[in-house]
């Protein structure tokens, strides 16, 4: 399967900056990547689909001025969380599509704490 | 429109002993079922994957499901738990693109 790499693994800032999550496809070229929030003791929830080249499609509810997407390459897909606030704390993580079409590989987290 | 529903938000067991984790599932389509393992502050571990083969699918760590269409579950078992076991487990359904998540289940281990 794809290995896939976040960075940071955790971040801490103060609420009105701004963070960016990186999120790599070590071994595999990524058209599609997406990108999941996980709150404390909860599942999964989908945030929004990346896609090489083109707009990020987002999820009814997630604000895509406040979450922005960008995935320049094959190989690297970026959230930036603007104006962060301390209820955008979470655990982020994002994933690639295998060969199958429905087959993800996920990478492993980055918990951001905003003060 | 896929759904999953886990039955069990916590399962303790013994060391040793059999773990069982329920999960079922809603799909307009015929799905595709997996389970991920998820440790603490970790991303997520395939366990195993239903992809219309084989009814019964072994997955890693010596974790198995069974994909059963008219009881719509996937229940995922394991005759001997481990204390590495203890984690959190999501089964998930995807019938397109994109995947549906389960509410989770921890696993607890007692030694």
């Known amino acids: 399967g794809a290995v896939v790499s976040q960075h940071p693994s955790w971040v801490i800032c103060k609420s009105g900056t701004s963070v960016k999550i990186e999120c790599r496809s070590l071994?595999?070229?990524?058209?599609?990547m997406f990108w999941y929030r996980q709150f404390p003791k909860q599942s999964l929830m989908l945030m929004a689909t990346?896609?090489?080249?083109?707009?990020?499609?987002?999820e009814q509810g997630v604000e895509k001025d406040k979450f922005l997407i960008n995935h320049a390459s094959l190989t690297l897909s970026t959230l930036t969380v603007t104006s962060a606030h301390p209820e955008d704390s979470s655990f982020y993580i994002c994933?690639?599509?295998?060969?199958?079409?429905?087959?993800?590989?996920f990478g492993p987290g980055t918990r951001l704490t905003v003060l | 429109a896929q759904s999953v529903t886990q039955l069990d938000s916590h399962v303790s067991v013994s060391e040793g002993t059999p773990v069982l984790l329920r999960c079922n599932y809603s799909?307009?389509?015929?799905?595709?079922l997996f389970w991920y393992v998820q440790h603490p502050n970790k991303g997520l571990q395939l366990l195993l994957k239903?992809?219309?083969?084989?009814?019964l699918v072994k997955g890693i760590n010596g974790f198995e499901a069974e994909f059963k269409k008219s009881e719509t579950s996937f229940h995922l078992t394991k005759p001997s738990a481990h204390m590495s076991d203890a984690a959190e487990y999501f089964c998930?359904?995807?019938?397109?693109?994109?995947?549906?998540f389960g509410a989770g289940t921890t696993v607890t281990v007692r030694a």
């Open positions: 990346s896609n090489e080249g083109s707009k990020a499609t987002y």
């Open positions: 998930v359904v995807s019938d397109d693109y994109k995947l549906s």
């Open positions: 799909s307009s389509y015929s799905p595709s």
């Open positions: 994933s690639v599509t295998g060969t199958t079409y429905n087959e993800q590989f």
């Open positions: 071994d595999f070229q990524a058209t599609t």
């Open positions: 239903y992809t219309s083969a084989a009814t």
